[in-house]
């Protein structure tokens, strides 16, 4: 029987071409399929998650805001779990505050713990604004923290100075480090935005991108001519100089007035193609203030950043600017020339669901064929949104949601891929497999380019090729009995 591509991949059948996913995988034209097993459901316990807490995800989004200190409802293991990864990623010092949660905390609830820590804090940061995440410990004892912060804000409507109290429903039971983010920008504006006159300017809603994204989205907007608010926006705050004296709330973050007036925008863009209405901050505003909501995915690749440009366009009514179209006609340089090293090409995508949607979109445009693309998140929306966003992709790939990387690792041993992409916690199973890793999205810890990856934009794209196509080129040289040293 002859195949979509020409080739003879299995003995004759009644109908042509008619090739299943097992005969593709032998005649080289298309992925291996996935051991049947690997579901992503048919387990009872997650053996290292491809995930982390809820609560991490709203405390980077809290430490994008002007002044704002994130404080954890719970138990300060908590913190000190956020706070290590944060450090080792960022390589930024992160103040955590917690409610410090013991036995009698569990019993008799954490409402005394919440407002001594709640004064600790106003007394020793002079924060302008609390971010207040719970965790599943405060959530599992259905700690009423809504109600909490109104009768502490009455109990302390004499004090001067008083911050903004912002709070968020974040058990890590219910969702992932993206989800909790989702949620915290959420219920920031939410919490904050108010109505009035429109102005002219584009509020975006980022993501959970790198700093070095976020500052490539600062520059993008500027050279379309308009105003803008980015919210949160953690590039100073988590990336930032050395200090001669520390400080305890790094300056930088996006102000609160911006955030009050982000209803007012003259519209609102959320880059995130598996974000649920529920924890869209876009809709939020959408439905309050109706204010044009444009919701896209992650500008990874080409396609994905011709269709955030085309926004801009349509929003601004300036076209885009001369030095990103040169931008764009350099990367399609690049694909032309490394088209050879990487066309064909297997891999393993895993991390956040909107990486994974904008990477698997890139790597099909650059004729690599990605094989398993997964994630630990469970929003239901991965599957159509890589196949929206990839749609020359191979709709017999593996795209599995609420998966951890046991099952990844038998993925990969039978898939085979040759390289993998997604964050560090993919290293154990770089080491076991021998499958060489390609460090992208968070966390990034075992590597000192984590909040300086650009993955967004045509010059985001340039970086992740000649990231890929080096490590392929690198392996190549590697393997090679003479050692080429010029391909």
Request: hydrophobic share 35%.
């Amino acid at each position: 029987m002859s195949c979509e591509c020409g080739k003879t991949c299995a003995p004759e059948t009644p109908e042509e071409n008619a090739c299943t996913a097992e005969d593709k995988a032998k005649c080289g034209c298309g992925p291996a399929p996935a051991p049947e097993h690997i579901t992503g459901e048919n387990f009872t316990a997650t053996r290292n998650a491809c995930k982390l807490c809820a609560p991490l995800g709203a405390s980077l989004a809290f430490r994008g805001i002007e002044g704002c200190l994130p404080f954890l409802h719970g138990s300060q293991g908590c913190a000190t779990y956020i706070r290590r990864y944060m450090i080792s990623h960022f390589r930024e010092p992160m103040d955590i505050a917690s409610s410090n949660f013991g036995e009698e905390s569990v019993v008799f609830g954490g409402r005394q713990n919440l407002f001594d820590g709640l004064t600790h804090v106003i007394d020793g940061y002079h924060p302008a604004v609390i971010g207040i995440a719970t965790t599943c410990l405060a959530e599992t004892i259905g700690d009423d923290v809504h109600r909490y912060v109104k009768e502490y804000l009455e109990a302390n409507r004499d004090r001067k100075e008083l911050p903004h109290l912002l709070h968020v429903s974040t058990p890590s039971y219910a969702g992932s480090h993206a989800d909790g983010y989702h949620w915290a920008v959420r219920a920031i504006v939410e919490q904050l935005a108010v109505d009035g006159p429109n102005e002219k300017f584009i509020g975006l809603f980022p993501g959970m991108l790198s700093p070095a994204d976020l500052r490539h989205l600062r520059e993008i907007l500027t050279a379309f001519g308009m105003r803008f608010s980015i919210v949160p926006d953690y590039s100073d705050t988590m990336d930032g100089p050395v200090w001669d004296d520390y400080h305890r709330i790094p300056a930088g973050g996006t102000p609160v007035d911006e955030i009050i007036r982000i209803g007012r925008a003259s519209a609102v863009i959320e880059l995130g193609a598996t974000i649920r209405d529920q924890q869209s901050a876009a809709k939020l505003v959408d439905e309050r203030f109706s204010t044009a909501a444009f919701r896209i995915g992650l500008p990874i690749g080409i396609r994905q950043s011709d269709e955030f440009f085309n926004v801009l366009e349509q929003i601004t009514g300036h076209p885009t600017p001369d030095s990103l179209d040169a931008e764009r006609a350099r990367l399609v340089d690049a694909y032309v020339d490394g088209h050879k090293y990487t066309a064909g090409k297997t891999c393993v995508i895993f991390g956040e669901e909107d990486y994974v949607v904008g990477l698997t979109a890139f790597c099909s445009e650059i004729g690599m064929k990605p094989v398993l693309c997964a994630s630990g998140g469970r929003s239901g929306k991965l599957k159509k949104a890589i196949l929206d966003a990839a749609p020359e992709m191979d709709p017999e790939t593996a795209i599995l949601e609420g998966i951890d990387f046991a099952e990844i690792e038998m993925a990969v041993k039978t898939l085979k891929p040759d390289v993998l992409i997604g964050n560090s916690k993919g290293f154990t199973l770089s080491r076991k497999t021998g499958v060489p890793l390609i460090r992208v999205g968070f966390p990034v810890h075992d590597r000192m380019s984590g909040p300086r990856t650009l993955h967004i934009g045509y010059r985001g794209a340039q970086q992740l090729y000649d990231k890929i196509t080096d490590k392929l080129l690198e392996m190549k040289q590697n393997s090679s009995d003479v050692g080429y040293t010029y391909f």
